[in-house]
């Protein structure tokens, strides 16, 4: 996919949630997790799919300046760490990930091939983020996530809120500057906060992984479709509150996408992305039985009015 196209990977995480409705009883295939509406019992992330692998792992909660509790994992060391190592200083990492996502979408591979571990191999202290709304950050000091005001939030309170609360906690915890990975909406976080100087003291280097700053170039017709709908029509389907990609409302709202003029969902993939060579479609199982994670409508219409805005300025 090209770098700057995010809500192609919006679109593509809401489209295979559509596919995958009707099979909602596959849940997890790393344990129990907390379903959308709160409900189930829990197992985190470190006992589903850190530990299991031979890694210690840490589950920490953070509280933010307007109230939302975020769950934060914590891979502090190499599988199966010497003791000659006991006690050394490792350079902090923290991995954030982008829209209608968690922190367990950077563990869907092998130890090998998934980025915590590998970071964790090479002798990093690795932090992975989670933003409000997702599975495990459904916790607010006074407002219940079934509440419409625990959704009345876009990436701006990412930005002024979720970014800065992960960044002291790791800095406190540490007392080290934080290395910075960010995918999609994770760059566009960490761009808008750092072109402002914040965390201008605990960031040491920041990474961006499909780095999204503008969102002029998405040109499929499906894509189009998604944005224009995204403002034109979102808030009357779900008015401002929760955004849940399994839920009835965003099948049907999908569904209704998919009958547009000039929009073929036989493909799916293609229809959001165009032609892409290099998916590695061994992994899309695994995707669809833990992804995708609620976030809140404004969230997405914030996105989509991004987009418009730029194509207003292209014409």
Request: aromatic fraction near 10%; charge should be neutral; hydrophobic fraction near 40%.
């Amino acid at each position: 996919m090209a770098p700057t196209e995010l809500l192609r990977l919006a679109s593509l995480s809401l489209l295979l949630a559509l596919v995958v409705q009707p099979h909602e009883a596959y849940g997890s295939t790393r344990g129990s997790f907390l379903s959308n509406d709160g409900s189930a019992a829990v197992s985190g992330i470190c006992a589903t799919s850190v530990t299991i692998h031979g890694y210690k792992c840490q589950e920490h909660e953070v509280k933010t300046k307007d109230g939302y509790i975020l769950s934060m994992q914590r891979i502090p060391e190499r599988r199966f760490e010497g003791n000659g190592n006991a006690g050394t200083k490792k350079q902090p990492i923290l991995i954030q990930h982008g829209v209608l996502v968690d922190g367990m979408t950077w563990l869907l591979n092998s130890p090998l091939q998934n980025l915590p571990m590998i970071l964790a191999d090479n002798g990093f202290d690795v932090w992975i983020a989670n933003t409000r709304g997702t599975r495990f950050c459904r916790k607010h000091v006074s407002l219940d996530s079934a509440q419409p005001e625990f959704w009345n939030w876009s990436w701006d309170e990412l930005v002024s809120f979720d970014l800065p609360a992960v960044f002291d906690f790791v800095f406190n915890q540490t007392q080290q500057k934080i290395h910075y990975i960010g995918h999609s909406l994770g760059t566009l976080i960490g761009l808008a906060s750092f072109s402002e100087g914040h965390q201008a003291d605990t960031l040491k280097s920041a990474a961006f992984l499909s780095p999204i700053a503008y969102l002029s170039h998405m040109n499929t017709a499906l894509g189009m479709v998604a944005a224009k709908a995204f403002v034109g029509e979102i808030t009357t389907w779900f008015g401002v509150a929760e955004f849940n990609p399994k839920g009835q409302k965003a099948s049907a709202f999908l569904k209704r996408l998919c009958n547009y003029p000039g929009v073929d969902c036989y493909d799916l993939l293609t229809a959001i992305t165009g032609k892409n060579c290099c998916l590695n479609f061994s992994t899309v199982d695994l995707f669809i039985k833990n992804e995708p994670q609620s976030t809140a409508t404004k969230n997405m219409v914030h996105l989509a009015q991004t987009f418009q805005n730029c194509h207003k300025r292209d014409l």
